[in-house]
Structure formats: structure tokens, C-alpha cells
């Protein structure tokens, strides 16, 4: 997994509520069982808008969007697809929960923040300015604006940062729990391994 | 200490706990389908991982598969090469696959209960949001993404935060013509889209323990519509009366013991919830959705609202504020889905039909959730019924509540549908989508506008 520790540029701002996953990614798409170059795909029925911001070609490495982003579907082609427009990092008040899981196994940081935080980022996204995002001090600074602190569970922080494969890493670090795990389930709930 | 049921899923289940809130969670049962898998076993591979247990996976396709002439071969090469995907994906991995042309074919969240695979107390996970489905079984099962299937797939196991638990109490009985579906857009529309998220949401209530296993799943299934990966049902003797003798269900003195553990899986008298909330079910009126999330609804006999927020979703779905939903016409109406694709669906849908034939102008699909209840709904002769009245009368699959196979409505069309995202685009591009119960697109495809049930039942 590609690693992330701090990701500096402008920012695309998208402050509708509410976009779903079929928004971002169209159902349609999802025939195609490939996981890379999906960025042309991404907002395939909205892009065409006047003035909608997020396209192929796009330079901004941040996105501030709306409240609820990404809800909807599971479809990890929601962050594959934002990911290959060069998107890593999304600031949103509230995310689609899988969409929020999606996005840390695929080197991308979503930020919860309270929503004048994110609406005084918007402004400096609007106009043009420059946002640095500090995983490693878990901060947002942008233009005049006061250094932001955001949360995030601290086993994602170091996956992002160390670009751990979750998979692997669970099995060099937990198979013998795993293990015993299920030796105590084979005795408490034997309905289970039949 | 007192614990809820999700606490005591939660619980069973934690294989290293981090002390932090999070745990890594043991996953006992794992649904495939062919979308969300093709790059979960492509991580397998690149891994060198094999699956852990294969017998505690089941893999079906669903999304893209037609709904018509199932004997031809598939027209869209692409959809043909994805379920092929599947099919080979499993067999390599040794994973149980159900043919598509077989018998036990469906709807993934239809057919892991009828297969008896769903059981009350296990982890349950697919790389779709709609596993929430099988909550009402008192299983802990939410959605994931096609990256945490390939990691339960070589693991069994998954990292996750433990949810905060909200309790959904529905007091009384519901009113004739009134179903589970118009519970769960009646909860979605009082909480919000993401009033759920971060939480396990448990419905309880007399008007939830008299709803079968079928209602059950429709009220779980729309919980990720208000943002909660996990609803929750208690099992009871209706759970154990669907799950007795099923395939893959446990059976002799092995059931016995199962039983005798999910009686213990209901959340005790003083667990605590935050929030709890309570919904009178006598007072929910057939509810309709009018924009493009699914928590924007209305029961039928109110207007629509007129706030400048819904802007938007009212530009996309061609309705002005203030006006009645009731007399909207349609042209579209679709029964079917992992909501209201099951045998008490088509059932409820077919007693309003009552001879009637649907309108001029308005096309009609009826898409049983499984080959299963097909077969039975043709033993009663509900086909019959849906086809005598002018509905088509399809095989099993996602259909038109994904819109990723050959039914796909176009730009502009109006549809009364049983299924649970009306977002944009999700029957087609431009297509606008009215959720509703199986009972009211009945309704509606007979009178060709959308019309109060309870009228035509009356």
C-alpha cells in the first residue's frame, strides 16, 4: 500500500451532502473487475455539470466535501476511482462508514471535522490556496488559519504511515491468537465447524 | 455488567483486543458475490495466501446477472466474464459456489438464510452494504470492501472499531396495508442518513417481534440506509422456526445445543442504548420517498416539503415543493430486491392486484429474490397472478436495484420500486426511483400514479 505522511496542495471543494458512492462511481462501471485507472469513471453522470470540480486532469491532492461523503455501497471503486485522480486526502464533517474503512486500505486519509472547520478550509480551497496535511502530527494548516488537529485511530495512522498490507501483517503478528481462538470456539459453539 | 445483544456478538468474538476501542474481530461466515471479489482474490494472489477455511465462505452471482432467457448465453460481455470470474475464483480457491443456473441461485442476502448459512450469534460479513440484511437472525453483519473480503478470506478475521449501540423501539401493532418497509423509511426519515452512523442499531418492539423473518430482513436490511452498517433483531422462535432443517443449518444434537445458546442472545433488561428511540407503529402511514436519499420521505397522504436545502434531489426528481406525492404518475414499477425480493413480498404485492390489470403506459417487473422463491411463488401461483395482470415475471437477480445488468430504466423515467437507494442514477442514469413497499408499487402499477394502499385494500 502506498504510504502517506504528509500531502501539501490545493484542494477541490465538493460541498454537497449526501454523495453516495453510485454518484461517485456509477454501477455501471462496476463490470469492470480491474482495480487501477478508474479515475475516468469517477462522478461519470455529474462531471459533465457546469462547473463541477473533479475530473480527469485534476492536480489537487484534497478534497472538501460534504457531510455524509461517500454513502451508499460498499464499492471500494468509490476510492480507487477518487484515489487514481491523484486524490489522497478527503475532509469531510461525516463519511458512508465503509467508504471510511475503504479509503485507509487503499493510502488514502479521510479527516472528520467539525463542520466550521471544514467550511473554513473550503474557503481557502475556493480560493486557491495551499493546505498541508501532517499525519504524523495529525494536523491541518492552511493559509491564516489557526494549525487544525484531527483524530484518527491510531492503528490506521500507522498503517498510512508505514503503508502496512493489513492482511499480511495480520497473519505474521496474530496467527497463534487466531489459532487459539478458534480451538476455544470449537469447544464453546461446535455447530459452527461441522 | 449488564450488555446488549451487539456487546455480546461483539464480545464472542474478539480474537485481540487493543484495548483502544478496537478489537480484531474472529469472522465466522463470509457471503461472495461477483462484484466486490474479482480484486480481493487478485490480493490473494499477489499475497501467495490461500483461504483460510474455505467452508465458511458461499459464493453466488446476483448484480449482473440478466433476469430473462437464463438458458442463452449472457449478451453483455463483460457481465459474462465477471460471473465467470466468480465461478473460476472459487473454484481454484475451493470455495462452495451456487450455479447460476442452478436451483439455490439469488439475491446473496436472500439466499444465506434460506441455505441455513445466516445463523443467530455469528459474525457475518460480504463486500456488500446490504449484509446488514442478516442481522435479523441476531448475527453481527455489516458490509466491507472488496479489500477486507480478500483479508477475511486469508484470515478469518478483520480489525474493527466497536460501535456505539442505538435501540429502535416500534410500540403497538402497524395498521393494515402498512409493512416493514414503511418502518424502516419511517426510522431512516427520523434519524437522517447518517443519524445511524457509528452505531449497531436494535429494533425492538411488539410491532418487531410480530413481523415474520421476511419483515425482519426489510427493516435490518435499510439500516445502513441511515448510516449503520448493523441492525439487529433478537432471535426468538420465529428465527429458529425459519433456520430448522435448512442445508447448511445445524441439525440433531447440534441444533439442540445452538438453540439452546441463541436463547441466551438477547440484550439484557438494563443494557443501555444511546440513543433510544421509540416509534409508534400504529401511526405509520404508508411511507414514499420523493428525492434522491433515502431518508427523504413522506408518508403518503402529507406534502412534500419546501426547504431550499432539497434544492437539488427536487430538480433531479421533476417535483415541486409543496405538492401532494399522492397522483404522482409513474411509468415504471419494480418489485424485487435483497428488501422486498422474498415470498411475502410477492404475496403482499399480488392480494392488491385483485384482478386489475396494470396501467397503459406503465411497465411492470416482478424479480423474485431467489430461484427458491420462485419456485414457490409459482407453487401458489403468484406468477400467474403478476402475469395475468400484465407484470413480467423475471428470474432471479439484483435487477433494477442496482442497474448494472440488462434492466436498466431510462433518463427521465418515473419509478415505484421496492428496493432501498433512490439515488441518483442507481435504476439508470436520469432515471428517478420512488421507494416504497411491496404492497404500494402494487398499487401503484395498477392505477399508473402513486396511490395510498390502504385505499385500494379497503
Known amino acids: 500500500m502506498n504510504r502517506l505522511e504528509r500531502v501539501e496542495g490545493q484542494a477541490i471543494s465538493l460541498p454537497d451532502a449526501d454523495v453516495d458512492t453510485d454518484v461517485i462511481y456509477p454501477a455501471r462501471f462496476l463490470l469492470i473487475t480491474e482495480k487501477k485507472g478508474l479515475g475516468r469513471y469517477a462522478f461519470a453522470d455529474r462531471r459533465d455539470e457546469p462547473g463541477f470540480p473533479i475530473g480527469v486532469g485534476n492536480d ?92 484518527v485511530a491510531d492503528d490506521r ?32 459453539a461446535p455447530w459452527l465447524w461441522t | 455488567m449488564s450488555r446488549s445483544l451487539y456487546d455480546k456478538l461483539w464480545d464472542a468474538h474478539v480474537v485481540v483486543d487493543s484495548g483502544d476501542g478496537k478489537a480484531l474481530l474472529y469472522i465466522d461466515r463470509h457471503l461472495l458475490h461477483e462484484v466486490s471479489t474479482p480484486q480481493s482474490f487478485e490480493a490473494l494472489r499477489e499475497d501467495g495466501l490461500e483461504v483460510h477455511r474455505p467452508g465458511t465462505q458461499l459464493a453466488v452471482a446476483d448484480h449482473s446477472v440478466p433476469t430473462h432467457d437464463r438458458n442463452l448465453a449472457i449478451d453483455d460481455p463483460q457481465a459474462a466474464a ?127 417481534e410480530a413481523l415474520s423473518m421476511e419483515g425482519r430482513m426489510t427493516l435490518c436490511n435499510m439500516a445502513i440506509e441511515a448510516g449503520s452498517r448493523t441492525g439487529l433483531v433478537a432471535p426468538d422462535e420465529k428465527t429458529f422456526a425459519y433456520l430448522e432443517g435448512r442445508p447448511r443449518a445445524p441439525s440433531g444434537e447440534a441444533w439442540e445445543a445452538a438453540v439452546a445458546h441463541w436463547r441466551t442472545l438477547a440484550s439484557d433488561a438494563d443494557a443501555v442504548f444511546d440513543p433510544e428511540i421509540v416509534i409508534a407503529a400504529g401511526e405509520i402511514a404508508p411511507q414514499v420517498t420523493f428525492g434522491t436519499s433515502p431518508d427523504q420521505a413522506v408518508s403518503i397522504d402529507s406534502a412534500l416539503p419546501g426547504d431550499g436545502a432539497l434544492k437539488r434531489p427536487m430538480q433531479y426528481m421533476g417535483l415541486a415543493a409543496g405538492a401532494a406525492i399522492a397522483g404522482l404518475p409513474i411509468d415504471h414499477a419494480f418489485i424485487g430486491s435483497c428488501t422486498n425480493g422474498r415470498l411475502e413480498d410477492l404475496r403482499a404485492a399480488a392480494s392488491v392486484i385483485g384482478g386489475a390489470h396494470v396501467a397503459d403506459g406503465v411497465r411492470a417487473l416482478v424479480v423474485p429474490g431467489s430461484m427458491q422463491v420462485k419456485r414457490q411463488a409459482e407453487a401458489e401461483g403468484l406468477d400467474r397472478v403478476f402475469k395475468a395482470a400484465g407484470f413480467e415475471w423475471r428470474e432471479p437477480g439484483c435487477s433494477l436495484c442496482v442497474a448494472m445488468n440488462s434492466d436498466r430504466l431510462p433518463a427521465g423515467a418515473r419509478c415505484a420500486s421496492t428496493s432501498n437507494r433512490n439515488f441518483e442514477g442507481r435504476q439508470g442514469a436520469g432515471a428517478r426511483t420512488h421507494l416504497m413497499s411491496p404492497a404500494m408499487v402494487a398499487a401503484a402499477a395498477i392505477a399508473g400514479r402513486i396511490v395510498d394502499v390502504r385505499e385500494a385494500l379497503a
Not at chain 1, 108 to 115: A, D, G, Q, W, Y
Not at chain 1, 170 to 185: C, N, S
Request: aromatic fraction near 8%; include cysteine; charge should be neutral.
Open chain 1, 60 to 151: 489537487r491532492p484534497i478534497l472538501i466535501a460534504g457531510p455524509n461523503f461517500g454513502c451508499g455501497s460498499s464499492r471500494e471503486q468509490a476510492p480507487w476511482a477518487i484515489g487514481d485522480l491523484g486524490i489522497r486526502v478527503i475532509v469531510a464533517e461525516s463519511f458512508g462508514e465503509i467508504f471510511y474503512s475503504n479509503c485507509f486500505r487503499n493510502g488514502m486519509l479521510p479527516i472528520r471535522l467539525e463542520r466550521d472547520r471544514v467550511e473554513s478550509l473550503r474557503r481557502i480551497a475556493e480560493a486557491n490556496g495551499t493546505i498541508l496535511v501532517d499525519l504524523k502530527a495529525k494536523t491541518v494548516v492552511a493559509g491564516d488559519l489557526a494549525s487544525i488537529s484531527f483524530e
Open chain 2, 82 to 208: 465477471q460471473i465467470a470470474l466468480l465461478e473460476r475464483n472459487c473454484a481454484e480457491f475451493g470455495i462452495a459456489y451456487l450455479p447460476l443456473q442452478g436451483n439455490d441461485q439469488g439475491i446473496v442476502h436472500v439466499i444465506g438464510p434460506e441455505q441455513g448459512f445466516t445463523l443467530p450469534g455469528i459474525t457475518l460479513v460480504c463486500g456488500d452494504s446490504h449484509t446488514s440484511t442478516h442481522g435479523a437472525f441476531g448475527a453481527l453483519a455489516f458490509g466491507i470492501g472488496a479489500s477486507e473480503c480478500g483479508t477475511v478470506m486469508a484470515t478469518q478475521t478483520l480489525w474493527q472499531t466497536r460501535a456505539r449501540t442505538m435501540r429502535v423501539t416500534f410500540t403497538g401493532a402497524l395498521q393494515p396495508g402498512v409493512s416493514a418497509k414503511d418502518m424502516a423509511l419511517a426510522f431512516i426519515a427520523a434519524v437522517g442518513s447518517s443519524g445511524g452512523t457509528g452505531h449497531a442499531v436494535e429494533f425492538a418492539g411488539e410491532a418487531v
Open chain 1, 157 to 188: 495512522r500507522q498503517a498510512l504511515l508505514n503503508g502496512w498490507n493489513d492482511t499480511t501483517r495480520i497473519l505474521a503478528l496474530h496467527a497463534a491468537d487466531i489459532a487459539r481462538f478458534e480451538a476455544a470456539q470449537k469447544r464453546a
